[in-house]
């Protein structure tokens, strides 16, 4: 298929573009931008010619496709919550053409076979490209080692225990270690649960009030202290999952400022949200790490604006009906995030804490570089990963309209402007909404 993509705002961070102009696809690559178009001599095909589909996107936002690094697609094991096929179709609607997925599977992502069955159903979907993310630990039981290599060469791009935390240090440093000598990911997911243990929402006023056991910002804290200096003493690299706090901004700021290898990621909720939305007791809100207080959603909109943060991911964490429509103590946490993440960011931009340009980087290039992805740019002969965004469009948000098979979702009934209008995967389009 060729397409011409005419009259949108290309922003491609990867190359510092952002103006108006033309995107010719070609044979499931980026064949051209406007420029390039008009150096090469090409005309600008006629209407009605067969060859070629064109598309005014005038008003539009051309970008890179989007990358969500941080999704759990339940399957193999929780079909009943979501499965690749259906994750992948709420990515497409949500924007997303690349999504990585995190091993918390039944059985767990710790070995070749399973890789493999991911890798093998995504491309039976064939929908978006989907990047499986294996255990650090066999079994996520913080133990053993998994065979780092052997996952590699299966078509894992990451390594992370997400959902637990490795919580000895000595198998965290080996982790760190051997990831590094293969040039791997490892994804820390920064808890320690002595100091977490019992709680179910962010220790503070609210949980005083409504009488909660409460998960202290520490406990998040000083698992990232713990893996920072890891990462500077072994010189290896690390990637901070699901940041909540203002004490883990501020350590990553200082890490960074030291020259240690780290970057890390924050979730819309996180920005979005604090605890006082846990006053309705709504199981949709109870996610982990919890939402926090409001100087905590502060800390975190400043490290995304300076640049502490250097992903926005959505953590998507889906859920049937039986595992949220229960007493909050025994809900599960978690919140289905792929179809709203991108709204939810671009509140970023009309609050003026990201531009558009940063805000996509956030999304796209950032992600793809991290897990050493040939994706997040629109440079002639990448891949044709396309998202078109209408920043006018008003939409309320409907969780009964989800592709997801997750329902639970906290902006339920929300005002929302801008959302993705066309998704583009290998040059086909698999989603459009105008």
Partial sequence: MTLLLKDGRVVDPSRKADAVGYL?????????????????????????????????????????????????????????????????????????????CMPNTNPVNDNRSVTEYICRKATECGLVNVYPVAAISVKSEGAFLTEFQDLKAAGAVGLSDDGKPVM???????????????????????????????????????????????????????????????????????HIAHVSTAGSVRLIREAKVRGV??????????????????????????????????????????????????????????HARTDKEVEFEYAASGLTGLETSLSLSLRLVADGILTIP?????????????????????????DADITVIDPDREWIVDRKLFRSRGKNSPFHGWNMKGMAVLTIVGGHIRYRDF
């Fill in 24 to 100: 010719l696809i070609e044979n499931g690559k980026i064949a051209g931008s406007g420029k390039e178009l008009r150096r090469a001599g090409k005309n600008t095909p006629r209407k009605g010619d067969p060859a070629m589909e064109i598309l005014d996107l005038r008003g539009k936002i051309v970008v890179p496709g989007l990358i969500d690094m941080h999704t759990h697609l339940r399957e193999p094991g929780f079909e009943y919550r979501e499965t690749i096929a259906s994750g992948s179709e709420a990515a497409l609607a949500g924007g997303f053409t690349s999504i990585a």
């Fill in 168 to 238: 000895n240090a000595a198998l965290m440093r080996r982790a760190l270690e051997y990831a590094s000598s293969i040039d791997m990911p490892v994804i820390a997911h920064c808890e320690d649960r002595d100091l977490s243990a019992g709680g179910l929402m962010h220790e503070g006023f609210v949980a005083t009030e409504l009488g909660l056991p409460g998960i202290p910002a520490v406990a998040e804290e000083v698992m990232v202290a713990r893996d920072l200096l890891l990462a500077e003493f072994t010189g290896a690299a690390v």
């Fill in 261 to 318: 290898r780290v970057t890390a990621e924050t979730a819309p909720h996180y920005f979005t949200l604090t605890d006082e939305v846990l006053r309705g007791f709504d199981t949709n809100t109870k996610v982990y790490p919890p939402l926090r207080g409001a100087e905590d959603v502060a800390a975190v909109r400043e490290g995304l604006r300076d640049g502490t943060l250097d992903v926005i991911a959505s953590d998507h964490a889906p």
């Fill in 358 to 382: 940063a805000l996509i980087e956030k999304m796209t290039v950032n992600p793809a570089g991290i897990l050493r992805l040939p994706k997040g740019t629109l440079a002639v002969g990448a």
